[in-house]
């Protein structure tokens, strides 16, 4: 199983931010860019709790589809799903998997 503490070295060393948030108190929060994923350790180390977004505050937003269009969305608030955002948001959730599974992110 590997190391959660590694594991937050390895995100830390590859720029990503780790945080606390009050409304998750067991979960880590790891940012770059403006995106966000919760983090919970499992039988296999760490592992993203729910979904990765954009961060929105305390919380994140998931990118989901509203009206025709790709939105990030907490609560009653939107963020528009920019083809930039989302190319931000897949580099994010492709660098953490794979961080978290003891690969090296894709340069």
């Not at 590997?2 to 979960?27: I, M, S, W």
């Not at 994140?60 to 589809?65: H, K, N």
Request: hydrophobic share 40%.
């Amino acid at each position: 199983m590997p190391d959660p503490e590694h594991q937050l070295q390895r995100l830390y060393l590859a720029g990503f931010d780790l945080q606390t948030f009050e409304r998750f108190p067991k979960a880590v929060g790891v940012l770059r860019d403006g995106c966000l994923a919760f983090l919970v350790p499992g039988p296999d180390g760490l592992q993203i709790l729910g979904n990765v977004g954009w961060r929105m505050g305390e919380s994140l937003g998931p990118l989901v589809e509203r009206g025709g269009r790709k939105v990030f969305v907490h609560k009653q608030e939107m963020i528009e799903a920019t083809p930039e955002r989302i190319t931000t948001l897949e580099r994010f959730r492709s660098d953490l998997k794979a961080i978290l599974r003891g690969e090296e992110p894709i340069q």
